[in-house]
């Protein structure tokens, strides 16, 4: 009789262990995916809840090279956010062309990628002029932003442009924009103006390279291939290239022959 009291006791300590795991990756996978900016909705079942105060948040500023621009990323936050999670921006010496850690990676022509953490907006302010402006005019998440900064040892080809990786609309309709979403790659001037979308709707970016032989950009781009408002390692990859000189929305380089015997030889394989 012990031996069958100690036995239920234990396995009610471990049923009560497991079923709290449950809840702790429950609760913190909806956590996650409701991280980035909430939106406004005229959903009635949904406006009922509460707006919640939102702060604005700076992050450190960034002299951008051979310009008269200084940088000035912006973050929002809930006023009941840990204040460990305020807008992060990276030491300038972590900014090395050579290696990144983790998800950062080097890049060749002395570009440069900034963490800005959750950025959702730039000020570009004009130091000789004081002109000042915003890069968007609505809610967004800037994933990724690339620019170019030369010291005096480099002597290859110079590219004289901004690259913008942005969540800016809520693709998988979740009542947030986050990097859950699709983005849109941007290119752009120095002064963060005139910017040209040169990747489809529906996509994110998964690394791009500069052909200097054709002055074009190539990129690859991950689809929502199975059109279930999600992006994982079981969608599709498309290669599109664009002209650094005359931008526009990337084309495939890859033609549908290839796929197809790729497809083929994909068959072959068990």
């Known amino acids: 009789m012990k031996r069958l009291a100690l036995g239920i006791i234990i396995g009610g300590i471990i049923g009560a262990v497991l079923i709290l795991i449950i809840i702790v990756v429950f609760d913190t996978k909806k956590r996650k995916g409701q991280e980035g900016l909430r939106l406004v909705t005229n959903d ?40 460990n999670r305020l807008l992060k921006n990276k030491a300038s010496e972590e900014y090395s062309t050579e290696s990144y850690i983790g998800s950062y990676r080097s890049y060749r022509y002395n570009f440069y990628t900034l963490d800005f953490g959750n950025c959702n907006n730039i000020i570009f302010y004009n130091k000789k002029n004081e002109d000042t402006h915003l890069l968007l005019q609505k809610p967004a998440v800037i994933a990724e932003f690339y620019f170019p900064f030369y010291n005096a040892e480099y002597k290859a080809k110079k590219y004289w442009f901004l690259l913008f990786g942005i969540h800016e609309s809520d693709s998988n309709d979740d009542g947030y924009i986050n990097d859950e979403d699709a983005e849109t790659v941007y290119i752009s001037n120095l002064s963060g103006q005139n910017m040209i979308s040169i990747t ?13 032989a054709t002055n074009n950009i190539l990129m690859k781009v991950r689809l929502d291939s199975n059109n279930d408002k999600k992006f994982s390692a079981t969608d599709d990859i498309e290669i599109l290239k664009t002209a650094i000189s005359t931008p526009q929305q990337g084309l495939p380089i890859i033609g549908e022959g290839i796929k197809k015997d790729i497809k083929k030889i994909l068959e072959q394989i068990k």
């Open 44 to 83: 009635t079942a949904k406006a009922s809840e509460p707006k919640k105060q939102q702060q604005l948040v700076y992050g450190d500023y960034m002299d951008l090279d051979s310009t008269n621009y200084l940088l000035i990323p912006l973050g929002m936050k809930t006023v009941e956010e840990n204040e």
């Open 200 to 212: 489809p709707e529906n996509t994110q970016l998964v690394d791009w390279y500069i052909d200097e």
